[in-house]
């Protein structure tokens, strides 16, 4: 279980802030490619972490705290773990999270000193308002990552198993295009908080702040949004359990 979230998270990540380094960093070709293409890359990032997770042996492909802590919460045996793989699982998820923005970092090493600005260094680590408004900005990653786990429960456990993380990766798509301009949609604690990690500790050129101050909301708000869904989606669809 811990080896697939690390392998699933990092690959996420990889991927995920990967395209928003691509956008955002001067020099690069894909500067300027916009959030259509920076949504697009998020969810296949997620089908491609869930893939990869899923590929280990024992893995579960959550790769997002919110969603083991959700499903946690509605009976872990009915999703294949127990209460007591959760420190495993989150500890994989974020672990992984930060592997891939070390990843991410190393590909893109030439254009942070070509950038000179150091809110898009920041952002391509992690997420933040574009108005900020801590009680708005909770509200909005509740909300996203409620859809996220209500969604993942909707696709029901009939589902096809391959077509499932397909299915994961465009509900986040949807999740960006329509939620995510608030506050970037992080809906994924360790996808935020591991990243935001390691822009503090890596030798990032001209990098500025790491904004503590507001990190706790991309964390707090989809662990409080998947129990949300899950809790919903055990309402919604009892033949869940």
């Known amino acids: 279980m811990f080896l697939g979230e690390v392998v699933g998270t990092a690959t996420l990540v990889l ?52 969603v083991t802590i959700g499903l946690a919460t509605i009976g872990p045996e009915q999703f294949g773990f127990e209460w007591a793989d959760v420190p495993v699982l989150l500890a994989g998820e974020f672990i992984g999270a930060a592997i891939g923005a070390t990843l991410v970092w190393l590909a893109y090493l030439p254009h942070w000193g070509e950038t000179e600005d150091p809110g898009l260094k920041l952002a391509v680590f992690s997420t933040g308002p574009a108005i900020r408004n801590t009680g708005a900005n909770l509200i909005t990653e509740i909300i996203g990552t409620m859809i996220l786990v209500f969604g993942i429960l909707a696709l029901g456990p009939a589902s096809n198993a391959l077509s499932l993380p397909l299915a994961v990766g465009l509900l986040v798509v949807v999740i960006g295009m329509s939620l995510g301009g608030p506050t970037g949609y992080a809906i994924n604690p360790a996808r935020d908080l591991g990243p935001r ?22 964390v707090v708000g989809p662990v409080i949004g998947g129990i949300i869904g899950a809790l919903l989606g055990l309402w919604f669809f009892p033949a869940i359990t």
């Open 197 to 218: 990690t390691m822009h503090f500790i890596l030798p990032i050129a001209g990098k500025g702040d790491s904004d503590w101050s507001y990190s706790w909301v991309p």
């Open 15 to 66: 991927f995920g802030d990967g395209v928003v380094a691509g956008v955002l960093l001067n020099r690069s070709k894909a500067q300027n490619a916009g959030w259509v293409v920076v949504t697009f890359a998020w969810g296949l990032g997620v089908y491609m972490g869930v893939l990869a997770a899923t590929a280990v042996s024992g893995g579960l492909g959550h790769i997002n705290p919110a």
